[in-house]
C-alpha cells in the first residue's frame, strides 16, 4: 500500500524483535528522511502495515510471534506494492530463498550496514513507477484522467475504461507529448519482463480510442488529446491545436 504523496517521505515499517537492531534501524531511517515506524511482533507489523499506509516494511525472520516467512507472504499478499525486505540473521540460503519465495524484494544478512541498507532502499525506490495515488489529475482539453480516484472523464461523463486501458491511457498521459516505446508501454502496463508478441497492445489502443471517440460523441465540440501511433516505435499522447484530429491513426 503505497499512498505517499510526491514530495512526501517515504514510510518505512520496521518489524523486529531486537531492541538494540530495532532503534538503530528507527534512527537511522528516520534521519534519512523517512517516517519510520517499529514493530516488535509479528502480529503488531501486520497491524502496522494495515492501519497506517507504508512504502517499505523490514522484516527481521526471527520473530516470537509468527514465522517472519509467513508475515512476508501476508504482506505481500495484502500490499502487492509494498517494497519488503527481509534481515535475517540467518544466513542459511534456504531462508533467503523461502523469504524472496514469499514475496520479499531483497534482504540482507546481518549485521550489515545502514549504508548499504539504505543504498539499496534507494536503488529499490528509484526504479518504481509511481504509484497512481501519487499522481494528481491531469487534465488535456476535455479529457481528465484522476489515477488516484481511478476515472477517466471527458467532459462531465465518465468514460468506463477496463483496467489496462485506463492504466495504458495513463502512462501515456504521463508522458503527454512524448513518445513512448512499445516496449515501455509493454513494461508499464503489462509485465516488466515482458518480451514476445505485443499484439495485445495493439488491440487495447484500438479499444481505447473508440471508447474515448464514442464518449467524445456526446459533447458539441470536443477538444480531445489523439493517441498517435508511431510505425515501428510506440504511441504518443498528445493534445492537437485542432478538436478535427482526434484519434486519429497517422
Ligand atoms: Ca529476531
Redesign the pocket.
Known sequence: MRTTAPSDRPTALVI???ETIGSHLQSGLRGNGYRCAWSRTGAAGLTQARTTPTDVVLL?L??PDIDGVDIARSLRAEHPDLLLVILT?RSDDIDVIAGLDAGADDYLVKPFSLTVLLARLRAHLRRRPPTPTDTPALHLGDLTLDAAARRCLIGDQEVPLRPKEFELLAVLARHHGTAVSREDLMAQVWDENWFGPTKTLDVTIASLRRRLHTAAATLPAPHLPAITTLRGHGYRLQLTASPRHQNDDS
Open positions: 523486529e524483535d531486537d527481521d526471527g520473530l540473521a
